[in-house]
């Protein structure tokens, strides 16, 4: 299953983190983690030590860090800075999204793609036109590929 990042608190999480791969667009990230708890569940679960009138004491319960994740969840930053049309972020987007429901292999945990520059405007004057829309998932299928793609073993490193 391929969730949706909504809360700004995990978009921090996983953009503290460096990018695991970058194209001339895209930067991806990634956080082997599960979405934070939402604030009223984990109110729920905090109970004080109160005194009862039967004189017994509840428990507090305290969030645990949740079990590795099982999941994939994606998030998808397309600033108005590098895309100033609608239709064209409304495009991207779509494209992203598109380009992880087609690989159902993703590691789980979350991951962000963020659009570091915009499309040349000479090239696709076109808002959202064919040609972008393949320019960005062919962009995209080599970035998902480079960020599965075993790490090499750096020069000067043991083997």
């Not at 292999?105 to 959202?128: E, N, T």
């Amino acid at each position: 299953m391929i969730g949706r990042i909504q809360r700004p608190v995990d978009f921090e999480r996983v953009l503290a983190r460096p990018s695991r791969s970058r194209s001339v667009h895209f930067a991806l990230h990634h956080l082997s983690a599960n979405p934070a708890p939402k604030p009223w569940a984990a109110a729920k679960l905090r109970t004080a030590q109160a005194e009862l009138s039967t004189g017994d004491t509840q428990a507090a319960h305290n969030v645990v860090e949740q079990s590795p994740p099982r999941d994939c969840w994606v998030g998808i930053v397309v600033p108005k800075r590098h895309a100033k049309r609608s239709v064209t972020r409304a495009l991207l987007k779509r494209q992203i999204r598109a380009a992880f429901a087609e690989r159902p292999g993703m590691p789980p945990g979350l991951w962000v793609v963020r659009l570091r520059s915009p499309f040349d405007r000479q090239k696709f004057p076109s808002a959202a036109s064919d040609a972008l829309r393949q320019a960005a998932r062919a962009e995209l299928a080599q970035l998902l590929d480079r960020a599965l793609a075993p790490a090499a073993p750096k020069a000067g490193a043991p083997a």
